[in-house]
């Protein structure tokens, strides 16, 4: 029996301001029949999918974005998109911000199977960026301010005839988000982004930003023999231009399949969920080479720790 | 005060069977030559850089390999290259297959500073291959058979203004290798290798030798804000080819030295090791980003594990 899934990563243009949900909805839903067209078995939409991204805006009190999130998935201005979902038969992986009953706030991203039902939910565990208002800064980041580090880590799902993870945005750039995953033994991660090119602490990485992307991205799906589909959010929006660059990655580390444009598109892989096999019982075979008694400091250890002075006299 | 180490990756073409150490090791002062020549303050050999890849031989008893080990370091025949080394004022690292006292096997990695003294080793930690006779490969990978696996991890030294960590040829593969380093500032990683080209278990991951080989040392390096030194033993030894690419990655992942040879040669950089706070003290800052409370699978779990199997009604 085979498990190929078949995998459409809808990258979105940029949402302004001022733009409704429901237009965004109708946007989304676009995508998917534009996915459901081709036979996708699931459509993947990036983080915060359903908003321009605030955190680039400080307010004194951070409830007046609250407009932008979500207090209930689905809600009146979404249902539409699980309607459609249900009724193509396609399932779909969708990024907001949460509101929660008890007034947390997190990054969220919600994977619905075909019948338009909720079967996994992930909320972020890596924020980025910075908590108080930086000026200098020509636009700002304040992730840290608008959500907080959920404390569920990396749970996977069996959803697509398969076991499916999910991360988002800044995690993608840290190898634990993929280990942890992959011990659980995930064969398709989807990933959502919205990346600035300019990223001020070292302007001489925005250059580079395409680069990083696919280089976590692919280091990451080989290194756990897992299919990974990064969607971003891309363009110009309210005057800050992001990545593009959407990708789907198979378990050797190569790219199938990727955006070369930056609005509104959407591009596919049939992703044979077999294939993981290929890197998972042989190279990276982990039962068998792991060695978690010599990773401990990755969990005992919070920041980098530089060993003590020599004394001079014994310098090179 | 500028810390800029000149680095020289030492590549090495084949060794045959057959090859006296003595030769050998005027070999690697020829390198070590050009290295002092272009002012290098450090060259950097490959793994097992004394011998032929051995472990790609079954016999009965593993004695029957013993003439490839080192029982002490500097020996007599290894002396030469030190006091090269001191009259030169040039560091260098060495791979070399270790017999210590007490019977134990390891595949071993040596720094030593300018004065010609070894100022830290290391010993591998991820032994790939298997450890019994498989006919059916069109040669071994017995590392499993001839080495045992380290039980002190990833140590780090101060040397040559910085600090250095070190890996061999699998551990590059593994992301854990990088962060247990990076956890502990690991400013300039040393790794050598030897990469058959075939790949038994898989061929198809045949042609992705090399794109491989880049991926991992270029992620470890950005993930963890490191300079990365990759040092090949390459060509055809013994009628098995192995990869050459040789490689010098900046923190920012970027290769700023590469081999585009197989034989023996020498590829050099000027490492600025106060680049690597461009990483470690924005995107990477672990103490502020890292989640160490979410990645406890990484040391409590060694192969990975399937969640349970869904009720077939909840199946999407």
């Known amino acids: 029996m085979s498990r190929v899934v078949h995998v459409g990563a809808a990258q ?51 409830d007046g974005h609250d407009h932008y999130y979500e207090r209930e998935m689905p809600g009146p201005q979404t249902q539409p998109l699980f309607d459609e979902a249900a009724r193509l038969n396609v399932g779909f992986c969708l990024g907001y911000a949460e509101l929660t009953p008890q007034g947390e ?9 075909k019948r338009g039902v909720a079967v996994g ?16 800064r ?19 799902f069996r959803a697509f005839d398969g076991i499916v993870g999910m991360a988002l945005c800044n ?36 250059a580079l930003q395409g680069f990083h992307n696919h280089l976590v991205m692919q280091a990451g799906a080989y290194q756990n023999g897992t299919w990974i589909v990064g969607v ?20 050797s580390g190569q790219i ?14 049939r992703c044979d969920l077999d294939l993981c096999s290929r890197y998972k019982d042989t190279l990276f075979d982990f039962a068998r080479y792991r060695r978690p008694e010599a ?9 980098a720790i530089a060993p003590p002075q020599r004394n001079k006299q014994g310098a090179s």
Chains 1, 2 share one sequence.
């Open 232 to 251: 971003a959010k891309g363009g110009i929006e309210e005057g800050v231009e992001s990545l593009s660059q959407t990708a789907i990655i198979s378990p």
């Open 12 to 62: 979105l243009g940029p949402i302004s301001a001022d733009e409704s949900r429901a237009d965004v909805v109708e946007r989304l839903i676009a995508l998917l029949r534009d996915g459901a067209t081709i036979g996708c078995d699931l459509v993947v939409f990036p983080e915060l999918a359903l908003t321009t991204f605030f955190p680039r805006w400080y307010t004194d009190s951070f």
């Open 138 to 156: 020509p636009f700002q980041h304040l992730e840290r301010r608008y959500f907080q580090e959920s404390p569920e880590g990396f749970p996977v």
């Open 256 to 269: 199938v399949a990727q955006t070369i444009t930056s609005g509104d598109v959407l591009v596919s892989a």
């Open 295 to 303: 990773y401990r400091l990755i969990t005992e250890r919070k920041g």
């Open 171 to 206: 995690d993608r750039r840290w190898s634990e988000t993929y280990r942890v995953l992959g011990l659980q033994a995930a064969e398709l991660i989807l990933i959502g982004y919205n990346t600035p090119l300019h990223y001020a602490p070292d302007p001489d990485q925005n």
């Open 121 to 136: 939910k992930y909320r972020k565990v890596h924020i980025p960026g910075h908590d108080s208002d930086e000026p200098w």
């Open 105 to 113: 706030r997190f990054n969220a991203y919600l994977l619905v199977d």
